[in-house]
């Protein structure tokens, strides 16, 4: 059913139930917007997208006010420009105006808006509410004076990821947001995923910046600066520059980063590739205990290679975790193989190697300031930058990034698959897994279009496979006629459905799990270019598989610097150096 009404006096027909907002950027006419937030309901807390409706009482939010037969409504009107003025004006009041120092200047939709509608200065007094900065966890930074209480980090942690810990403390001007009675995020439930951060509008809530320290170790000439890149960077830096959503950029990517100085510029993707072989050969050998063995072993076997998710589970599943593959996640294998391994053939003492990763989230930052990633002997990654932290040096550094040529990636650590591409998107690692597990048990690729598992592909928040095993090679005969079942979750509120199945008895029949915290899997990661919403989310995936597909080797066990690492240093999958280097355990935290 449709609805017609004008709106500055256009025409216009949408579908019942539509906004205001929407229908009125269906023709062309934006409205700003502060709390509003793209696929959730408004909070209408910040009255910025107030617009007249003939016959209406008040102004209206156009966020939440829906379209009626007949409705007229006045964007432009004298009434509706200066009520959203006003409203912006009275947020001005309460902010610290301090752009120049703030993370966010030139990249805060509040500073847009206010010079979008030509304001200069607020008429009303100003009455600051100072907050002492959050500095307590490695991963995110609060400032609660810059919050303007849109609420939008409320939703996204309490709605979206359902973790709980954000939420409007007090009342009238003396609201705060933050986690209860607890003053510092580190004594909260918080899992770091960063989606709070991702969203909000302003800087109250920002990735803990490592770039001083970065650019410290690249202008120290005794520092030997390594850095390698996740998966899911290479589909969204390009965003940092104004570049169309699922841009492809990794040649640029790679030029830049040798531009800013870096010594070697390595690829987390080399590290995924290793992950599917550890972790397929924890997965073939679980199997083998329970199949063959008749041992007792915790199956399904989960994922462990997404930091947000191995906290939350520690957080608030510790029954999950002898499900949890050993496994490290990519960034803490290629940490601790470049100080060792790569030390070693260059000949450099690791205690000058410095490694730096550019990853799309907020958690690795605390992921490579866990006690026990110190496996190299040293560090084993020493500082972790977010796409948008990326993006910051390379403007810093006056590089014109749209038109740089495309490099390629240092030897050694560098090489990948189509495998490991994958990984940035939800369903990425359990699809790399398979490529690799079907093809080492039955000795045949995996039988299906394109190596393409498509049930657990896209937007949907729980999905699954499911395949029978058939002309398995001799060693894996016990496993003929098995029926292989996999299960996909991305988003934290997901992956509480998914442990609270496990917990009742309910996963017996799966084998693998893969759990994302962020909504899409990395690609939309709490250190990815903001807004991302999901027509983002899409964009970067179909990038994701366009460059898997691009790819000659596309299968993890056939990248040949993994066929040398094993040859050279590690032996075998899930051997001594394997399991000192590669594999970790997790702690229980309630
Ligand atoms: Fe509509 Fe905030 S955007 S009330």
């Known amino acids: 059913m449709t609805v017609n009404l004008t709106i500055d006096n256009q025409p216009v027909t949408v579908p019942k139930g539509t906004t205001i907002l929407n229908a009125a950027r269906s023709i062309g006419i934006k409205i700003p917007t502060l709390c509003h937030m793209e696929g959730v309901v408004s909070p209408g807390s910040c009255r910025v997208c107030l617009v007249e409706v003939e016959g209406a009482r008040t102004l209206l939010p156009s966020c939440i006010a829906q379209v009626g037969e007949g409705m007229i409504v006045h964007v432009n009107s004298k009434t509706a420009r200066t009520a959203r003025r006003t409203s912006v004006e009275l947020i001005l009041a309460n902010h610290p105006l301090d752009c120049n120092n703030c993370s966010r200047n030139n990249n805060c939709e509040l500073q847009t808006i206010a010079s979008d509608m030509g304001i200069t200065a607020s008429r009303f007094p100003r009455l600051v509410q100072e907050h002492p900065l959050d500095l307590s966890t490695s991963g995110l930074t609060r400032d609660m004076s810059k919050c303007i209480l849109c609420r939008r980090c409320v939703t996204a942690c309490q709605n979206i990821q359902q973790v ?69 960077i290479r589909a969204a830096l390009g965003e940092c520059f104004g570049m169309p959503a699922g841009s492809r950029v990794t040649g640029k990517m790679v030029t830049a980063l ?12 080399f590290a995924a590739d290793l992950t599917i072989m550890e972790e397929g050969f924890e997965l073939i050998k679980r199997l083998t205990d329970a199949v063959r063995d008749k041992k007792a072993v915790a199956l399904p076997q989960f994922t462990s290679c997404c930091p947000g998710w191995i906290n939350f589970a520690e957080t608030f599943y510790p029954k999950s975790l002898p499900y949890l593959s050993s496994c490290k996640s990519p960034m803490q294998m290629e940490g601790p193989l ?26 690795k930052k605390h992921e490579a300031n866990r006690p026990e990633m110190v496996d190299s002997g040293f560090k084993d990654t020493d500082y972790v930058l977010t796409t948008r932290e990326l993006g910051k040096m390379v403007t810093a550094a006056g590089i014109d990034f749209v038109n740089l040529p495309d490099g390629r990636a240092d030897e050694l650590a560098g090489e990948s698959t189509g495998a490991a591409d994958i990984f940035a998107n939800s369903g990425g690692v359990m699809e790399a897994a398979l490529r690799t597990a079907y093809e080492v048990i039955t000795g045949r690729e995996l039988p299906f279009p394109s190596l393409h598992v498509a049930s657990i592909q896209g937007l949907d928040g729980i999905k699954e496979a499911a395949f029978k095993l058939d002309g398995c090679k001799p060693e894996f005969s016990f496993l003929e006629g098995v029926t292989v079942k996999v299960l996909v979750a991305h988003g934290l509120g997901n992956a509480h459905k998914v442990c609270k199945k496990l917990e009742a008895g ?28 999901d027509n983002v989310r899409r964009a970067r995936i179909a990038a994701i598989y366009s460059e898997d597909e691009s790819r000659t080797l596309r299968k993890s ?29 997790y702690t229980p935290r309630q």
């Open 164 to 232: 709980g810990v954000l939420a409007a403390q007090k009342r009238g001007f003396a609201t705060i947001i933050g986690g209860g009675a607890k003053a510092n995020l580190a004594e909260t439930t918080c899992v770091q995923c960063g989606q709070c951060a991702a969203v909000c509008p302003v800087g109250a809530i920002t990735e803990k910046d490592a770039i001083a320290d970065v650019w410290a170790a690249l202008d120290d000439p005794k520092k030997h600066v390594v850095v390698h890149t996740a998966p899911a």
């Open 258 to 269: 040798r531009r800013l100085g870096f010594d070697k510029v390595f690829d987390t993707n």
């Open 338 to 363: 470049i100080k060792t391994w790569y030390a070693q053939k260059a000949g450099i003492d690791p205690k000058d190697i410095v490694v730096v990763s550019v990853m799309p989230c907020t958690a």
């Open 506 to 533: 309910d996963l017996a029949e799966y084998q693998f799990v893969e759990i994302m915290t962020c909504p899409g899997g990395c690609i939309g990661g709490g250190g990815q270019p903001r807004m991302t919403d």
């Open 557 to 585: 066990h056939e990248n040949p610097e993994i066929k040398r690492i094993y040859a050279e240093f590690l032996g075998e999958p899930l051997g001594h150096k394997s399991h000192h280097l590669l594999h970790t355990t």
